[in-house]
């Protein structure tokens, strides 16, 4: 079950059924459309399980109610199987001793199952996962003991998976499995826990264990063990601290935490310009040897290596491509060599397609740098070099503050390079300097003074068919992340353009108030984008535009005018996109949607 979230923990004393429950909803950006936990009370298997987001299977089922000090806990975001109360997991063996959760994707299992049928097994699922419950029970059956019949067990699987499972008559273990799935252990005095994402145990630790791939872990209340799957023997790795504080996954007192995250971006930029230096050399280094650079990300990250690309090239000369994950392989794969180097760029770090990138390139020796949000993430260990970008855990399902503090590095990264090339002076480097320093305060005004006016600009925009967005040079970014935030919070069909595009096609949609949002600054574009404004008014289309806010001609050819402090060309990305979230975020909410969750989206897409 890809994209699917699981929580694991097993205590000395108390319920473990609360606590679970709250590690769901934290986890609940990663898939929810349905939900389940197992408990063991007494040397027996409870399970509760329903369709929907976690409160409402929670007011169906009770989660509370499981007894026991261990249990297993999921979020379901399904592939294999439709949302329903059976394919929900836990999953079960025959004998109902043996529950599993799982995020992945069982590539071999209908051979798998359909060896079991012959077997006499009974499948309740039309699941991938129920295949390991019933292997396992094979294996027990056969004489082994629970930790050596997960293991025997898993061999059999092929495909990734982060996989927790208990067993009734074994009631202190958990036993965890990873295979390109994230999977974290928490190391508690209490307890111990397993989860995909260390923010499900964070109140209750602060210590983890990254596990890495083909690693199988046992956790009890008292202690945790690791082993190879492939040598089956111990591995010992000390855990290390984690970096996330409890109170920065709250919603810090905003309805959702999508605007809560738009409001934080003047503190994460600021991280951003504060980034780690000496990584940022050395990955300048590389980037300014290697004779070919791809800049490779999927979504909103592949829209910063667009606008990255714009940068690298106008500060530093130097010529890089961004490309689309998902596409990277055919496009290039047989491009690759070892003077080729890859900067990928994943907020999660776990995008199943940037993470094919990652392997792919490692085997064709190219360099492998990645840029993250997400410390122990699977890109920083496939990465030869990497930069976390620190802007604290993101929550709501749309990117917004790692968007721009992908950006920002990509800046400095451009910066820093020209300076090796020889393509910026140092007082040209300072200048730039002293302006990104300016940008967290700045990003504080633009969100400040145009909050208002976007809430209108929403109101106006909610019930539109289509919206389109258009935008010039760095800014064609721009416009590509406004279009991608108000599709998948708002649901309303947009598009974006180059704007010198429009007139080969996308002008042939325009009627009577069809919605054009401009992104115009005043840069080297600004007169041409003028006359694409003229092109467009001229057939009806109602004009929004983001400008200078001092810019008298663009604001009286406008039907709405958002006026915007005046920057450096290279830095408008970074502040022009931020009143486009913002007007998603708003539209999204008058239209009644939980803008945090959007249908059929999840944090990050662990699969291809
Ligand atoms: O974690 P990643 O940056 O690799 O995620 C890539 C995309 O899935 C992500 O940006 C997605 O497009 C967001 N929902 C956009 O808001």
Known sequence: MPMCRIFAATFKKGKVSPILKIGLKRLEYGGYDSAGMATINNGHLEIKKGVGKIDEVDKQVNFESLEGRTGIAHNRWATHGYPSVTNAHPLTDCTGNIAVVHNGVIENFLELKADLIEKGHEFKSRTDTEVVAHLIEDEIKSGKDFVDACLKAVKKVEGSYALAIIYSKEPDKIVLVKKESPLYLGIGSDGNFASSDPVAFVDRTNLMIPLEDYELAVITPYDHKIYSLKTETEITRKPVQIDIKPQMIEKGGYPHFMLKEIFEQPTSLYYAINIQKPYLEAISELMNRSKVNFLVGAGTSYHSCLAGSYMYSKIAGLATIPVVASEFIQQYGNTLDPDTSLLLVSQSGE??????????????????????????????????????????????????????????????????????????????????????????????????????????????????????????????????????????????????????????????????????????????????????????????????????????????????????????????????????????????????????????????????
């Not at 300097?433 to 633009?446: D, F, G, L, N």
């Not at 289509?466 to 760095?474: D, M, S, W």
């Open 351 to 608: 995008t199943a397609d940037v993470l094919k990138v990652a392997s792919y390139a490692r085997m064709k020796a190219s360099t492998v740098m990645a840029l993250t949000n997400v410390v122990s993430s699977t890109i920083t260990r496939l990465s030869r070099l990497y930069l976390v970008q620190q802007a604290g855990p993101e929550i709501g399902v749309a990117a917004t503050k790692t968007y721009t503090s992908q950006l920002l590095i990509h800046l400095l990264l451009a910066l820093e390079i020209g300076k090796r090339r020889e393509k910026i002076s140092e007082n040209e480097i300072n200048e730039y300097y002293s302006k990104i320093r300016s940008i967290p305060k700045i990003a504080e005004s633009v969100l400040k003074d145009t909050d208002q006016k976007i809430k209108e600009v929403a109101e106006m925009l909610k019930d539109s068919s289509h919206i389109f967005y258009l935008g010039r040079g760095i800014n064609t970014a721009t416009a590509f992340e406004g279009r991608l935030k108000m599709l998948e919070i708002a649901y309303i069909p947009s598009s974006a353009f180059s704007a010198g595009e429009s007139k080969h096609g996308p002008i042939a949609l325009i009627e009577k108030n069809t919605p054009v949002i401009f992104i115009a600054p005043n840069d080297s574009s600004r007169k041409v984008i003028l006359g694409n404004i003229m092109e467009i008014k001229s057939r009806g289309g109602k004009i929004i535009t983001l400008g200078n806010a001092e810019d008298k001609e663009l604001k009286d050819v406008s039907d709405v005018y958002i006026g915007m402090p005046e920057s450096e060309d290279i830095i408008t990305p970074i502040l022009y996109v931020l009143p486009l979230q913002l007007l998603a975020y708003y539209t999204a909410v008058l239209k009644g949607l939980d803008p945090d969750k959007p249908r059929n989206l999840a944090k990050s897409v662990t699969v291809e």
